[in-house]
């Protein structure tokens, strides 16, 4: 009876003990159900916090992604209009009827391909926009630049990116003879303009356009085979051009400027480009085609 009891005895500690151990202490319970009465208290201050982190890096992560596009766009920009196309605006109506700049219309947007004399030269014939090689072209040109100089400054950086006109005076005429022709025009020869003795084929011409502008100006422009006055003959020198406006009665081309020290010619250096298309209006859209006045 004396084991028996002792054995009881002894199972009754070892419930005892293991029950200690696995922590059913009534006070360590209440401990730790305060403790989460005190976390479920708490309204997800945690979380906020990592919710408004969240949207702070969404923000420069946003601001970082827009930063890099605009840069992509205005390298892009800058290459594409430094070396391939850019746009221009006709300043005048001495191109009529091929490219419109006439006073109260809306004048063409063309669209010029610098590529192409990277690899050849201008040919008669051909549509270009070019720099005033000498003072004598520049008329009534203002630069588009502001008197201010920090804007001057800022206009010049958008300049690179076509997103201000470059500050020089740009014509658009095309080329009828090249380095080392002679051109002239004689109105008593009944040729009109001609290259090496050469007359042209120059259906670019709108001869109704000549004859109405003969008209307004009292018998002063448009007359005769030439269009004007006679000139030359004058021989262009290499590397030059010698340019004439589709409007022959209402432009002033290299005639006009024969006694400058190019002989009125302009150096291929001062092309900017080739016309390849007109842009705007939208009822003008199209290609400029390269007629040789020579064939």
Request: glycine fraction near 10%.
């Amino acid at each position: 009876m004396n084991r028996a009891v002792t054995c009881g005895a002894d199972i009754a500690t070892l419930f005892y003990v293991d029950d200690n151990s696995r922590g059913d202490d009534p006070s360590q319970a209440n401990e730790e159900s305060g403790s989460g009465e005190d976390a479920q208290s708490d309204p997800g201050f945690t979380f906020q916090e990592d919710a408004s982190d969240d949207e702070e890096k969404g923000k420069s992560r946003w601001l970082r992604e827009l930063l890099i596009i605009v840069a992509i766009v205005l390298v892009l920009m800058f290459v594409f209009t430094q070396f391939f196309f850019r746009q221009y605006v006709v300043p005048s109506e001495s191109m009529e009827p091929t490219l419109h700049g006439c006073y109260g219309c809306t004048n063409d947007h063309i669209v010029v391909d610098k590529m192409v004399y990277r690899f050849s030269d201008p040919e008669p014939g051909d549509v270009v926009v070019f720099k005033a090689p000498t003072s004598s072209w520049d008329g009534g040109w203002s630069s588009p630049r502001s008197s201010n100089p920090v804007m001057h400054k800022v206009q010049d950086v958008l300049a690179w990116f076509a997103l201000a006109p470059p500050d020089e005076n740009n014509l658009v005429k095309r080329v009828i003879a090249t380095g080392g022709q002679t051109v002239q025009c004689r109105e008593a020869d009944g040729k009109g303009v001609t290259v090496d003795g050469k007359a042209l084929n120059e259906p670019y011409i709108d001869k109704q356009l000549q004859a109405q502008t003969y008209q307004q100006s009292g018998g002063v422009l448009g007359q005769g085979s030439c269009y004007g006055e006679d000139f030359g003959p004058i021989k262009v020198p290499e590397g030059n051009l010698w340019v004439m406006g589709d409007n022959r009665s209402n432009s002033a081309d290299s005639r006009a400027h024969i006694d400058d020290e190019y002989q009125g010619t302009v150096p291929v250096s001062d092309v900017r480009g080739k016309v390849r298309f007109i842009i705007y209006p939208f009822s003008r859209i199209g290609g400029v085609g390269s007629v040789n006045p020579q064939s």
